[in-house]
């Protein structure tokens, strides 16, 4: 997956070192997706400045906050939108709640 997007980007790596497979919820979608053992999902998140800039969510300027318990984890992904991709890039889910790909020259 190469798109280019206007502003910045951010990837999250969420690795499943468990045997059980590991709940994942991205907000503020509520969008709840299973890690399996063993596997690693990226969460992609876009930039809604043109800068790159990042609302923060404890901490100002932070694309990401994550809340972990032993069969969860919460990503709050700081972006205008949000997709989800394994390690070599490739889409975990096909909805990727419309983030809007840029031409690079913009």
């Known amino acids: 997956m190469?798109?280019?997007?206007?502003?910045?980007?951010?990837?999250l790596l969420v690795g499943?070192?468990?045997?059980?497979?590991?709940?994942?919820?991205?907000?503020?979608?509520?969008?709840?997706?299973r890690i399996p053992p063993k596997q690693t999902c990226v969460v992609v998140t876009h930039s809604p400045t043109g800068d790159g800039s990042w609302s923060g969510?404890?901490?100002?300027?932070e694309p990401f906050q994550v809340?972990?318990?032993?069969?969860?984890?919460?990503?709050?992904a700081n972006g205008e939108c949000f997709h989800l991709s394994d390690r070599e890039g490739n889409a975990i889910d096909a909805a990727d709640w419309h983030c809007p790909a840029r031409n690079p020259a913009t």
Do not use: Q, Y
């Open 57 to 61: 969510t404890l901490r100002g300027d």
């Open 2 to 11: 190469s798109e280019m997007f206007a502003g910045g980007t951010a990837r």
């Open 16 to 33: 499943n070192d468990g045997e059980e497979p590991l709940e994942l919820t991205v907000e503020p979608w509520a969008d709840i997706h």
């Open 67 to 76: 809340d972990h318990r032993p069969d969860s984890v919460t990503v709050w």
